[in-house]
């Protein structure tokens, strides 16, 4: 069995034919998972006892004539910021490095729920922290596409994994672009769902008013079922929407055409020739399917970045306060004092960036500060979502590019942390504004490396976004 090529309906098929047992498989994903390992540092850590667990039960419904779900079967690896109960747990970081997660994240209840078989717990950037997974204290991804490349970030490993082959689908967490592009650096669809269409109840916070979980996959219907499978409301999660998510799955053969289909003026100044040449070409392709293609404009783009990285900041530095060395994390062991303990643990625990951000949030929320920074920030974010509701009282959904430019050279960013911010431009503001968007693979540059193309809908429209980049997909 192709393992690196396996798509969930085919897994689906062979368990039901019993031409493969779910235990079967799952040994044999963990096998290959573990042995490519090294070529990536996709994962973190594997988890072959819960796994086999959970595999075994998948057999069981199956023999015994019972529905087995949604993912029965399927090799699912996730983002090391989720919890899973009894594993490791360590956001990538030097200060969790030994903790163990104490329950589950709604999101990994689900896909176990549905037959989902968790192998292992991706490698990321630190507390999501980072667009290239260079922050990680366990040491970089390889893009698999191109290895003296990053994967993109914050969700590397989830995207390296799935592009790699070792798992079918992942999850990712999306503050500000960490699942759309690391998806387009490695050449495969991600989707952030509307803000709180999926609970973030067990992901580490990073900002909380912009976290996502959602999903990572080589099709768009892989995405999709997952997706189904993690949505809804959760009583664990204040902000969790009560919207039901339609069947996206079904809707995603349905046709497109006649849809209004709107480009960002701002989104296209700036861009390498060779990402503008290929997103030129795939809307061109919508083009064809019989969608009207407009110009639009989001005139508060400019002030992006610097509104995203005040407030991000902001809730980073509220966030993190709680790795104090008392309780989750790995104790300082050279503190006399309790003042030491805290300053000596964080200190010793944390990596540049997360130092650089705590400082940051603590800064732009002093008094005095404040209100010129933290509160503009928020009023910059109002602005920017209200572009965008205007924007589609004109059009159906925004196609835009993921990342200004494709997957970099390691190393290449790394000592210039502003540059690696305005590499964020395109995924921040629909972050902010809190609406669906998605990368789906539009082509590659001249050197082979992967472009995605973005997709933003409005609020709660997920449906309408999966399948336009369905109808993409087949046409492609
Ligand atoms: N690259 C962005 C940052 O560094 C986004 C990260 C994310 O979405 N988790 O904050």
Known sequence: MQLASLTIPEIRAQ????????????????????????????????????????????????????????????????????????????CASRLLEH????????????????????????????FAMGSSNENSAFGPVRNPVAPDRVPGGSSGGSAAAVAQGTAVVSLGSDTGGSIRQPASFCGVVGVTPTYGRV??????????????????????????????VIAGRDEADATSAFAPLPDCTAELTAPVAGMKLGLPREYFNGLSSEVGGVIERAVETYRKLGCEITWISLPATAYAVACYYIICT??????????DGVRYTTRSESAETLSDLYRNTRGEGF?????????????????????????????VRTLIARDFASAFQQVDAILAPVSPFPAFKLGEKL?????????????????????????????????????GLQIMAPHFEEARMLRLAAAYERAE
């Open 351 to 379: 990596g540049a960036e997360c130092k650089r951000r705590v400082m940051l949030g603590t800064y732009v929320l002093s008094a005095g500060y404040y209100d010129a920074y933290y509160l503009k920030a928020q009023k």
């Open 415 to 451: 000592d210039d942390p502003m540059a690696m911010y305005l590499s964020d431009i395109y995924t921040i503001t629909g972050s902010l504004a809190g609406i669906p968007c998605m990368s789906v693979p539009c082509g590659t540059t001249g050197d082979g490396l992967p472009v």
């Open 199 to 228: 609970s973030r109840y067990g992901l580490a916070a990073f900002a909380s008013s912009l976290d996502h979980i959602g999903p990572l996959a080589r099709s768009v219907h892989d995405a999709a079922v997952l997706l189904q």
């Open 15 to 90: 368990l039901l034919s019993r031409a493969i047992s779910a235990v079967e498989l799952t040994e044999q994903a963990l096998r290959f998972a573990e042995a490519e390992n090294p070529k990536t540092n996709a994962y973190l850590h594997f988890c072959p006892e819960r796994a086999l667990e959970k595999a075994r039960a998948v057999d069981a419904r199956i023999a015994g004539g019972e529905e087995p779900g949604a993912l029965a079967g399927v090799p699912v690896a996730v983002k090391d910021v989720i919890l899973a109960q009894g594993l490791r747990m360590t």
């Open 314 to 323: 902001a809730e980073a530095s509220s966030n993190l306060a709680r790795y």
């Open 99 to 126: 903790f163990v997660a104490p329950y589950d994240a709604t999101a990994v209840t689900r896909l176990e729920q549905a037959g989902g078989i968790i192998i292992g717990k991706t490698n990321c950037d630190e």
